[in-house]
């Protein structure tokens, strides 16, 4: 099931499967019956951009392997207007900073587990959701974070 979310940074795209938040797009996608896990999604998203939420509180499932699950639930653990760089968590992973960056880069639900909150060691790093690094930075000054941007 998928519904559409209106938000600052364009329309997305929220699954579910099972009772948990598959996937955010910024792709179209058949939209179907609003479950009461995409209800919770969409209400929490309404309140992230609205400046009344700063942590998700749903139940995701991130498809891949296990590496990518420890690099989103690293994500995950970056709080609201933080962010961490992609070698500081190569370097609590002990692995390599490029392998974090693919990582990020696979994040199947962006927003809610938050890539955006990653940064290169001397740049923005990329992003792959819709608008690339304009979206990234449009996210990161919604958090209060753009001071690093300046």
Known sequence: ??????????????????????????????????????????????????????????????SGSDFQRQVCAAMSAIPFGETRTYGDIARDLGVPAQAVGQACGGNPIPVIIPCHRVLGADSLGGFSGEGGVETKVALLRHEGAAGLLI
Do not use: N
């Open 1 to 62: 099931m998928t519904i559409r979310v209106e938000s600052p940074v364009g329309p997305l795209y929220v699954s579910e499967g099972d009772g948990a938040i598959t996937r955010v797009s910024w792709r179209s996608a058949d939209l179907g019956e609003e479950t009461p896990v995409l209800a919770e999604a969409r209400a929490q998203l309404g309140e992230y951009f609205d400046g009344k939420r700063q942590a998700f509180d749903l139940p995701l499932f991130v």
